[in-house]
């Protein structure tokens, strides 16, 4: 057994996993219709590859990376291409965004998939495959995987963490896909321990899901890898990367740094079983788990094409009539949905359709008392009851200065305050601004740097002009007479009525 | 030691003591010039009635000027000027012109005649072109100051909304 650390704070909602969790994981029907938008991950959005009109098959590359930060997106199926325009989006904000809209066919026609020789390629040319086949993060932060592990922190990674915790209630996913496929998630984690060069690999699994743990050690001990399998008390946040590195080695990162700078690198045991088969069976993402759950009849986790739409997945699992909103994500980290006419995307883990019943209206909120309830709770230790008085009166400063940005939002002190402020959502908006507000004075840098290097310029044209007119006293000026100049100017002045003439009859 | 050189140390001392006080003030003005420049958003656009915002940055910090002046800031931007020099806010000076959302200058390049007025005017660099060779708009760099709008004979240049992509 591993010692296990602690971190501090956390909370024990309900679980609600059970529900999802009965029954197996399905293939979802193909649907009609895809909406694939062009950034699914974090970072820039991938460039279409595919024009309007394209016949595209199942597997193919409908988006390319636009950089490093950056991952491919592939159609899930064959079908046409009938659009690429804005889309409603899931995110917090009610967004939209370019998205490949393909009309499938039906026929589900592939291309060749052929197994990555991993073992005879370079690091270098593995990550480059990781990109193009669309790898990225599937703990929630979508972050590209190439991008992580081609990062260098200048220091070699001790302890590969792979994290099958998944805390937040209802999300049972991971759970399932632990527990199906439990051999392809580990022969994942074996290419991620030899990717990041790691001595320890540990497994950690909450111990609300027995089921997953069992598949799993079986699984580790079939593949003699030596990865050691954690099991973790249920508690949340402890699936919180920073809180399990935390728990499992004592190690605290601290904030604005990473991981990987104190030696741990964390995966999700989503993005291990997506590594596994981009390299084992050369299958880039094009499908994901997502838990749908909550107000419907039959709860249960689809593997489900990228694209298609959340209704549909409702729909197969026969959403109740007294539905009165969705949510993406779960019930402490996710964000409700105006409607779900939006595409599955990679980071989308659980869909949940709510009721009065199971989701009581929030209460108004009540003046904060300063109980400090939020402080005990709070796992990455910071002083919730202060920075909401901070980002509640604008002063973004002031809310940096109590370390607002290390938020890792996942709500425990909405869920404990007894006054029902919805705390998270005041730091997440500040974190936003303050981003914002950093790219604004970046801009403001850069132009007041422009505007100060053109007036040197100026000064150091007129002190030149000084100089060469004192130089050239006895040269007369230029010798054109008064009748050149007058023609000059009326040559100018019936160019510019002409000019102006074609702008007002073309406009 | 005669009292005329002890009143001439004394007076040697005092001018020691009130020229290091005066550079300490010089370099708290200088300082604070810098902190209200970095407070500005650098659009360069004159409203205020000074040349560009480090001018303006000094008129604050001397004293002449109040801290309201400045549309493209706006009410913000005022009340991150009061909390530096930790006084009122007070409410835009609306003469100076109003807050809008930040746009940038695109040429109809049809239409110009690439007579280089614009490529002057712009206080940032943010437009290239020659003469009689058409112009553009450095679209990343631009403030979206207008002051390229005035002096285009042709009336080629439009402001438009800031697109996607660019912060």
């Keep these: 057994m591993r010692k296990l650390f602690g971190f501090h704070g956390g909370i024990h909602p309900p679980a609600h996993k059970t529900e999802s969790t009965v029954r197996p994981i399905i293939h979802a029907p193909l649907p009609s219709r895809l909406v694939l938008p062009l950034k699914q991950h974090a970072g820039e959005a991938a460039i279409p590859s595919v024009q309007v009109g394209d016949h595209v098959l199942k597997g193919q590359t409908v988006g390319t990376p636009a950089s490093k930060m950056s991952a491919a997106i592939h159609a899930p199926t064959s079908g046409t291409v009938i659009a690429i325009e804005r889309h409603a989006v ?283 309830q939020c402080v005990e709770a709070c796992p990455a230790d910071l002083l919730p009851h202060d920075m909401y008085w901070h980002a509640k009166a604008k002063n973004l400063e002031r809310a940096a200065d109590y370390s607002v940005r290390d938020c890792i939002e996942c709500g425990a002190c909405n869920y404990v305050c007894p006054s029902r402020i919805p705390l998270s959502q005041y730091f997440k908006k500040a974190k936003v601004e303050l981003a914002v507000q950093a790219k604004e004075n970046a801009f403001a840098d850069a132009s007041r740097q422009r505007f100060e290097q053109r007036e040197q310029r100026l000064a150091r044209y007129e002190s030149e002009h000084t100089v060469s007119l004192a130089g050239d006293t006895h040269k007369a000026p230029t010798g054109a007479s008064d009748d050149e100049t007058a023609l000059k100017n009326a040559a100018v002045q019936a160019a510019l009525s002409r000019a102006r003439a074609r702008r007002t009859s073309s406009s | 030691m005669s009292a005329d050189a002890l009143f001439a140390s004394i007076a040697v001392a005092t001018g020691v003591l009130v020229r290091r006080a005066l550079s300490h003030l010089r370099y708290d003005a200088a300082t604070l010039e810098n902190k209200i420049n970095a407070t500005l958003p650098q659009t360069q656009c004159g409203l205020c009635g000074y040349a560009g915002c480090r001018p303006y940055a000094r008129a604050i910090a001397t004293g002449l000027a109040g801290i309201n002046r400045c549309p493209p800031g706006g009410e913000a931007g005022i009340e991150k000027l009061s909390r530096l020099l930790k006084i009122n806010t007070t409410s835009l000076d609306t003469s100076r012109g109003v807050t809008k959302a930040r746009a940038i200058a695109v040429i109809d390049e049809v239409h110009c005649i690439g007579c280089t007025l614009c490529i002057q005017a712009c206080p940032v660099d943010a437009i290239l072109g020659a003469a009689k060779q058409m112009h553009t708009v450095l679209s990343r760099d631009c403030t979206g100051c207008e002051l390229c709008i005035p002096p285009c004979p042709v009336d080629c240049i439009d402001m438009r909304p800031l697109p996607a992509g660019i912060h």
Aim: glycine share 8%; with cysteine.
């Design chain 1, 90 to 372: 899931p995110s917090a904000n009610a967004h939209s965004d370019v998205c490949i809209i393909i009309e499938t066919d039906g026929k589900d026609q592939a291309i060749d998939f052929t197994p990555f020789p991993f073992a005879e390629k370079t690091r270098a040319e593995v990550l480059d495959h990781l990109q193009a086949m669309g790898v990225v993060g599937l703990g929630g932060a979508v972050f590209p995987s190439a991008a992580k592990l081609s990062a260098d922190h200048g220091q070699p990674i001790h302890t590969l963490v792979i994290n099958g915790s998944e805390c937040e209630p209802y999300i049972s996913c991971d759970s399932m896909l632990m527990r199906e496929r439990p051999d392809a998630v580990v022969n994942g984690v074996a290419f991620l321990q030899h990717l990041c060069d790691a001595r320890d690999v540990i497994i950690a699994i909450e111990d609300n899901k027995p089921e997953a743990l069992a598949a799993m050690e079986t699984a580790v001990k079939q593949h003699g890898g030596g990865f050691q399998i954690v099991t973790l008390p249920t508690m949340y946040p402890s699936g919180g990367a920073k809180q399990l590195i935390k728990l499992l080695t004592n190690i605290e990162v601290p904030g604005g740094r990473h991981a990987p700078e104190y030696g741990v690198q964390c995966f999700n045991s989503g993005t291990a079983y997506s590594i596994f088969r981009a390299i084992a069976l050369g299958e880039p993402v094009m499908t994901r788990i997502i838990t749908v759950t909550g107000n419907v009849r039959t709860p249960q986790n689809y593997e489900a094409c990228l694209g298609m739409s959340f209704r549909e997945l409702l729909n197969l699992a026969v959403e109740e009539s007294n539905t009165d909103g969705h949510i993406v994500g779960g019930p402490l980290m996710g964000y409700r949905i105006d409607s779900p006419d939006m595409p599955l995307v990679k980071a989308a883990n659980c869909i949940i359709a709510t009721s009065k019943k199971l989701f009581p209206p929030a209460q108004p909120a009540l003046p904060c008392i300063r109980c400090g």
